[in-house]
T-cell receptor, first 115, second 115 residues
Framework: ETGVTQTPRHLVMGMTNKKSLKCEQH?????MYWYKQSAKKPLELMFV???????ENNSVPSRFSPECPNSSHLFLHLHTLQPEDSALYLC??????????????FGNGTRLTVT | AQKITQTQPGMFVQEKEAVTLDCTYD???????LFWYKQPSSGEMIFLIY??????QNATEGRYSLNFQKARKSANLVISASQLGDSAMYFC????????????FGKGNQVVVIP
């Protein structure tokens, strides 16, 4: 496989469930990101990992817990979510996190519905 | 404060015609980067084109070109010879100046190419 792969593509969970989103990149990048895309709102940056170290937590509630075990894998652990957390969750990777022109490469996203 | 503005309503464009998508941005920094992404119904965000604030020439990438007017703080995307596969949401994004590859996204433009 190439690029950025996210699983599952769709997820329905109750507010008391615990689930995890998985992201894997095959591009040799050293930075990975979680974004949230809600209807009619711009993409919101949630977390940034650089060389497996979290470098940014963009005021995300603690019910979202990221994990980056290595530079190729990124997880988003979910627990006790709210219906307003329903959204498309996009993972991305890039080579570097500095002010260069390296674009972010995104996965297909996980469509999450919280019931 | 919103940094990227995309205000056009959904657009219909005839196949093989050109379409221009508007994007204006707000920043006080002199060094920044501008990106355009395409998001088809599959959900994946696909990188299209990049323009650096110090680039003297407008960026081009195949059928995509960027009409960069720095003084007006606009970075419009031009898609030439539209194809049916160009039907998607298009997002303008700006790399914020303080590192971690933060991208501020606009709300997007919907484009539908009709045969």
């Amino acid at each position: 496989e190439t690029g950025v792969t996210q699983t599952p593509r769709h997820l329905v969970m109750g507010m008391t469930n615990k689930k995890s989103l998985k992201c894997e990149q095959h591009l040799g990048h050293n930075a990975m990101y979680w974004y949230k895309q809600s209807a009619k709102k711009p993409l919101e940056l949630m977390f940034v990992y650089s060389l497996e170290e979290r470098v940014e937590n963009n005021s995300v509630p603690s019910r979202f817990s990221p994990e980056c075990p290595n530079s190729s894998h990124l997880f988003l652990h979910l627990h006790t979510l709210q219906p307003e957390d329903s959204a498309l969750y996009l993972c991305a990777s890039s080579q570097g996190t500095g002010t260069d022109n390296s674009p972010l490469h995104f996965g297909n996203g996980t469509r999450l519905t919280v019931t | 404060a919103q940094k990227i503005t995309q205000t056009q309503p959904g657009m219909f464009v005839q196949e093989k015609e050109a379409v221009t998508l508007d994007c204006t941005y707000d920043t006080s920094d002199q060094s920044y980067g501008l990106f355009w992404y395409k998001q088809p119904s599959s959900g994946e965000m696909i990188f299209l084109i990049y323009q650096g604030s110090y680039d003297e020439q407008n960026a081009t990438e195949g059928r995509y070109s960027l009409n960069f007017q720095k003084a007006r703080k606009s970075a419009n995307l031009v898609i030439s010879a539209s194809q049916l596969g160009d039907s998607a949401m298009y997002f303008c994004a700006m790399r914020e100046p303080y590192g971690n590859n933060r991208l501020a996204f606009g709300k997007g433009n919907q484009v539908v190419v009709i045969p």
